[in-house]
Structures are given as C-alpha cells and as structure tokens.
C-alpha cells in the first residue's frame, strides 16, 4: 500500500516509516522539519518537505504520489508548552489537521491512522486506563487531539472516511538508526541517559509524596517499535472498519525505578535532585490496552522497562550527538 506519512522525520513517525517499509508498504513522508530531523526518514522514503497550513501543498503531495492511506503524526506535543501557549495548540494542531482531513476526503482516501494521545485522560477514575474511561483532556494538547478524534467521528459518517485513533502512552526507546533526539529534550528516559553521556549533571525528580509505592510518579512506557507494529496492524483493519485503542504496555514504572533501571543499564551513577511536584502530574497513568490485544492480536515485544532503555541507551551511545552527528 502507498501510505503518506505526516510528521515521518519526527521521533515515532520516523520509525513507523521504518517498520512500514519492512513490511512492504510505499511511503512517502510529509513533514516541514521542524521539529523532525531529515536524516531520520528511511532512505527508501520519498521525503516531500512541505507545511499542513498550507493546503496548496498537501494537495500537491496528495495528487502527485496518490496515497491510499494517510498516517498523521505531526503535531506540537509539549502538554506544558500547551498550557502557556494555547493558540499554537488549539489553533495550529487543529487547523493543520483539517487541511490534511480536507485533501483525504477530496482525493477519495478512505484510511486514516491519527496520533493521538493519553492526556485525554486526566486524573483517570480507575487504573489501567481503557477505551471506555471518561474523556476529560488535560491541557490544550489534548483537548487538540480530542478534536480531531470528533472531526474524524464525523467524516466516516458524512464521507465513508474509515479512521484509527490510537492514543499513547509514554513512547520510549529505539531503533538500530532511529531514537529519540528533540530540542528540547522533556522525556524522562533521555534525559536520564544525558546524565549518563555526560550532558547533564544530575536528573531531577519532581515529587516525592505521591501515593504510589516509592512516592514518584507512575507512567506506562511503550516501546517506538510497538507502536509502529500497532499502525499497521490498524492499517489493515481499517479494510473492514474504524477502530479506537489506548496504546501502552500495561504496567507501569516509576521515575526511581526508571533511574535505577538506567544505573543497571549504563553503569553510571546518574545522581538526582529531588523537586516539588510539578502543577498538573498526576500520581499513576497506565494502559489498559486488552482491547487491540484482542482484537488485532497486538503484543508488546519490548515488555519492560530495561529493554526499553537499554535500546535508546545503544542508539545514544551509536549517535551521540543526535541526528546531527
């Protein structure tokens, strides 16, 4: 199948590009670069560099490459960022997701694979979190993300779009030739591995008194490839119908056990300053992922935490200086 890619040179988009050229898959990427890095797009990629606020230009990438499914990562995604910026948010995700869906639907695609995200979900009523949980965003991120969910709710009535939303959890890890490399860095895995390359002196860790069994927070972390695997199961899928998944691993890990699991990995001492809790973390966010594990059969492969890290751990050591190595 021949697949535009939006958002391919970015962290998990470049490598569903990947895993979709390993299975066989024609994919063209579309991305402006930036926040994505153009070394990051698979060489067997077509890379078009060009802008979702500009239809002009989807149009061309649609007319001249005919895609027959379209898989949408790019987007701003900072949730702190969001709440001091909200227009770039509301605004920009939104209206550049309705340039995309509006070319889609003009040049009769009928698959969509959207990005979406877990900050629907804030402070949750019951842990694991699955597709039935109450959809209360938790910052202008995810309020975006939640309408483009109803947007495409809408044109698979009003236009036969068959559509994938598939919320993450924390995306960690890496390829062999692809990890994660944003300026600025905010993921914890990353920036715990800056302390151990020496980029960084300590790790700090906000909040020590959460109700959870060392008292830091609690996250679900994914592997990139899982995801990835995830798109194309949904791909195939969407031949038959549309379809919704919370996307995480299941169990989850604290920041100390994080720490301690990177110590294990790289062998450096990682030291760490403990800080207030920050406004808006909540206490525990896990998947509750049952649902594409019955029906797509979807399994993670990277089922822990230190296979997690130790895969982003070899592709920091192999690019140290990121992509710009």
Known sequence: MKVLVTGGAGYVG????????RAGHDVVVFDNLSQG???AVHPQAKLVVGDLAKPEEIAAVFAAHSPEAVMHFAARSLVGESMQKPFLYLGEN???ALNLLKATVEHGVKRFIFSSTANLFDNPEKIPIDETAQIIPGSPYGESKFIIERMLHWLEKTHGLRFACL?????AGATAERGEDHHPETHLIPLVLQVALGKRDKITVFGTDYPTPDGTCVRDYIHVVDLAQAHILALQELDRRSCIYNLGNGSGFSVKQVVEAARAITGHSIPVEYGPRRPGDVATLVAGSDKIRRELGWKPVYADVHSIIESA??????????YSD
């Not at 569903?16 to 050229?21: D, F, K, M, P, S």
């Open 167 to 171: 919320r993450y959890f924390n995306a």
């Open 94 to 96: 939104v209206v550049n």
């Open 37 to 39: 890095h153009r070394a």
């Open 313 to 322: 751990w070899n592709w920091h050591r192999k690019f140290p200086k990121g």
């Open 14 to 21: 470049s490598v569903a590009v990947e895993e979709l050229i």
